[in-house]
Every structure is written in C-alpha cells, then in structure tokens.
Nanobody, 121 residues
Framework: QLVESGGGLVQPGGSLRLSCAAS????????VGWFRQVPGKEREGVSC????????YYADSVKGRFTISRDNAKYTVYLQMNSLKPEDTAVYYC????????????????WGQGTQVTVSS
C-alpha cells in the first residue's frame, strides 16, 4: 500500500515536499515514479527513478525545479518541488514497479491514492 502526503495550497514561487510511504515493503529494486493529473487531461509522468541503477527522468516542465529521492530505510519516496507555478496544480500520484527503469511510460503496478497540490496566490 502506498500513501502520499505533503500536498496543499502554496503561493507561486513556493515549495512543497511530497512523500510516498510504502507500508511494510522494501524499496530495493523498485522503480518509483511521480505522476500528476488535472481533470480533463491525461496523466503526466513528472519524475521517475530506476530501481536498478538510480538513473532519473524529469519532464521538461519540471527540470531544475523538482527533485525525486528515496529513503530506503524508511520505505519512503519524496518529490521536492521548488519554484512552483500555477500550472503545477494537479493531483499528484506515486507509483512503484519492481525492476523498472527510469521511464515513466512503463506499466507501473502499484499506485497511491493521490494528493492535491494547488499553486495559487
């Protein structure tokens, strides 16, 4: 089970850190990904990290602003979001895939319930 937290309302230019906790599960060899979705639009892969070599992918829209990381000892994955823009407003989801690569386009199997991020003044 994956549980996201850390969403909320933030002003443009602000920061948030999303967390995704995997209850009772190791993160070893799991690719992890952060995705977002706005009503009426397709889900977008924001950032993904390989489960085998630690390589990462970032969508062009978030490069230089967002950072994906993990704490294997806490079974938790993070998405640090800085310099937030109104267009970052969405529901953010985390997902895991064992032995996955850094691609956000692969079929992730386990998904969290989502956390709302709203960037507005």
């Amino acid at each position: 089970q994956l549980v996201e937290s850390g969403g909320g309302l933030v002003q443009p230019g602000g920061s948030l850190r999303l967390s995704c906790a995997a209850s009772g599960s190791t993160l070893d060899y799991y690719a992890v990904g952060w995705f977002r979705q706005v009503p009426g639009k397709e889900r977008e892969g924001v950032s993904c990290e390989s489960g085998t070599d630690g390589s990462t992918y970032y969508a062009d829209s978030v490069k230089g602003r967002f950072t994906i990381s993990r704490d294997n000892a806490k079974y938790t994955v993070y998405l640090q979001m800085n310099s937030l823009k109104p267009e970052d407003t969405a529901v953010y989801y985390c997902a895991f895939l064992k032995y996955g690569s850094r691609s956000c386009a692969q079929p992730y199997e386990d998904w969290g319930q989502g956390t709302q991020v709203t960037v507005s003044s």
